[in-house]
């Protein structure tokens, strides 16, 4: 086939650790250089607080980190045309990687670990750092296992949309602490976010619960880098329909806590409308 001759393929080995831990250091630079010639000139005019300060900062490399990484995985599934063709996530397995999606998953993997020494270099509260230290140890665990089991196509697919969603969520947090009112903006966010998660859970159950099943390899061969058997796709489709549920019930404590928070608002504002109501009332029978 003349197509195949202009692509190279290429596979995972020790060498990548290297790889890794040499663009891990690249991420270190580029979120220093972000936060000192952005993120810090635009906080200083914005006044923030110590709390506010911190997440405005986990917002803004979050954001930019998301909109790079939408860029380039769409690119890449639209030059490989995964998106036409569903099957593809299943009847080629285990699918040779081309040199931009392994380099898309070593660059992924550097950046999660480069954030947790950056839980250190950026002074984050204690009280914080559980929370990110548990969703950036989630992003390694499941970029590293679709990387190392070969699923990188179905990461890949899942990936995208999961970003998307992520963008629209920091930068209407990015947008909220300049004081302006975003309630539509997270309307249709939390929509996406219930819509992403169903996808999710969707592709999933296809590739793992039929499409695998139907292609399943008859032995564990780490050589062929075929993980198709029964123990594996349990254990992918298990740890992914977990982590859907955990984060939907933080979706839905997350949306609760706002409805309290906009109740409590509202109390305030009655009282004060009930007492003008009244003096108004009084001024005008002694008038």
Known sequence: DDNSEQFHFFDYGPKDIATIFFY?????????????????????????????YSKFNESGQLAFFYLFSIIWGASILNEEEFITDPASLWKDYPRSRMLQVKFFYICQIAYWLHALPELYFQKIEKEDIPRQLCYICLYIAHISGAYVLNFQHLGLILMVP????ELIFHALRLFHFSDENNQKGFTIWA??????????????????????????????????????????????????????????????????KKQREHVKNQIPKKKTTNTKNKRTKKESNRG
Not at 24 to 39: D, F, G, K, Y
Not at 46 to 51: I, Q
Request: with cysteine; net charge positive.
């Open 162 to 165: 999961h970003y998307l969603v």
């Open 191 to 256: 929509l996406l976010f219930i819509m992403v998660r169903l996808l999710t859970l969707t592709l999933s159950v296809l590739t793992f619960g039929f499409g695998l099943a139907r292609v399943e390899n008859p032995g564990f061969s780490i050589a062929d880098g075929n993980f198709n058997v029964l123990p594996v796709r349990i254990g992918c489709l298990a740890a992914i329909c977990l982590t859907q549920a955990w984060m939907m019930w933080k979706f839905i404590n997350f949306q609760l």
């Open 24 to 52: 891990m250091l690249i991420a270190i630079n580029l979120h220093t250089l972000i936060q000192e010639n952005i993120l810090d000139k635009i906080s200083s005019h914005l006044h923030l607080s110590k709390t506010k």
